[in-house]
């Protein structure tokens, strides 16, 4: 069954320190992995993509690690702002051709001042 | 700057009552998407189109359905909303092997 889960379900940290996100999946035929950070009450807004042959991508604050062999990603905010404050959703596409995505449950992250 | 937009973000409605959820983008994306997010889950796909006047069900399709009269809006409707239908939509659009777009979301309680 394809899934992805998000680890951990929720996390307090304070301004300025670094935090690490995780996904696991169990999609086949792996497509790509995209990250999307969602502000409360907002649609959720792209951060990065991974696709197979690609282990790491950063986007500013932001950097995603992808390890297909043992099917984990990992999201790196450094050095966090109030503004991260916002649920990490891990999205894997599988590679049949069509639109099936399987979206994680997402991480919610709490930076305090 | 590209939108998708969502016609209303809070939405308080009657069991028994049919609800309309409009959205609109404009981006000349072929395909668009209708997802609810339910707490500790993750997003789950209602309906899509892949063109206009064309819709295929998502995983849960129950007690929806859709219409794509043009391109650039995509309505989910609810027949006869019910208290289980109390949830986050969010719309999207994309093209294939694109990202998607979201709208901002409706957040819809059904008393």
């Known amino acids: 069954k394809n899934q992805v889960e998000q680890s951990p379900q929720s996390l307090i940290i304070l301004e300025g320190k670094n935090c690490t996100l995780q996904c696991n999946y169990t999609v086949s035929p792996f497509s790509n992995l995209r990250w999307y950070k969602q502000d409360t009450g907002r649609g959720p807004v792209s951060l990065t993509i991974?696709?197979?042959?690609?282990n790491t991508k950063s986007n500013g604050r932001y950097t995603a690690t992808l390890d297909a062999d043992t099917k984990q990603s990992s999201l790196h905010i450094t050095a966090s702002q109030l503004s991260d404050s916002a649920s990490y959703i891990c999205?894997?596409?599988?590679?049949?051709?069509?639109?099936?995505?399987?979206f994680g449950a997402g991480t919610r992250l709490f930076v305090k001042a | 700057d590209v939108k998708v937009t969502q016609s209303s973000r809070y939405l308080v409605k009657r069991t028994g009552e049919k609800v309309f959820l409009e959205c609109v983008q404009d981006?000349?994306?072929?395909?668009m998407f209708w997802y609810r997010q339910d707490p500790g889950l993750g997003l789950r796909l209602i309906y899509f189109s892949y063109d206009v006047k064309m819709k295929e069900k998502g995983d849960i399709p129950e007690g929806y359905s859709v219409s794509r009269e043009k391109k650039e809006r995509f309505s989910l409707i609810l027949e006869s909303a019910s208290t289980n239908q109390t949830s986050m939509y969010l719309c999207?659009?994309?093209?294939?092997?694109?990202?998607?777009?979201f709208g901002s979301g409706t957040r819809l309680t059904v008393v």
């Open positions: 999207a659009s994309r093209r294939l092997n694109y990202g998607y777009t």
């Open positions: 991974m696709t197979f042959s690609e």
């Open positions: 999205v894997v596409s599988v590679n049949t051709g069509g639109f099936k995505t399987i």
């Open positions: 981006m000349d994306h072929e395909n």
